[in-house]
């Protein structure tokens, strides 16, 4: 079992920057990727940002250059860095782990973007 907590997001002006903190528990030793995913109102859950235990990362085509993954030393914590926040980028974001064959995620945390 992994447990999976999710903090950082509020609302900002678009231009601005937030941080969001995941926290995971349990059976940490297990994991490999950990992952950002969001949901915007009316919108499939789509994948952001992805970070491997050997710290390779991947992003959406839509947060590249804007987004920054990172892993804490432990292994027990993943950021999400995002700048040049825009209106497109509100939406519930959440913190997900895949230990084959159950699917782990956060509450989620809301970020809002006003224009």
């Known amino acids: 079992q992994v447990h999976l907590v999710e903090s950082g997001g509020g609302l900002v002006q678009a231009g601005g920057s937030l941080r969001l903190s995941c926290v995971a528990s349990?059976?940490?030793?297990?994991?490999?990727?950990m992952n950002w995913y969001r949901q915007a109102p009316g919108k499939q859950r789509e994948l952001v940002a992805t970070?491997?235990?050997?710290?390779?990362?991947n992003y959406a085509d839509s947060v590249k250059g804007r987004f920054t993954i990172n892993r804490g030393n432990a292994g027990t914590t993943i950021d999400l860095q995002m700048n040049s926040l825009k209106p497109e980028d509100t939406a519930v974001y959440y913190c997900?782990?895949?230990?084959?064959?159950?699917?782990?995620w956060g509450q989620g945390t809301q970020v809002t973007v006003s224009s």
């Open positions: 970070i491997t235990t050997g710290g390779s990362t």
């Open positions: 349990g059976t940490i030793g297990s994991i490999s990727a």
């Open positions: 997900h782990t895949l230990i084959w064959p159950q699917n782990y």
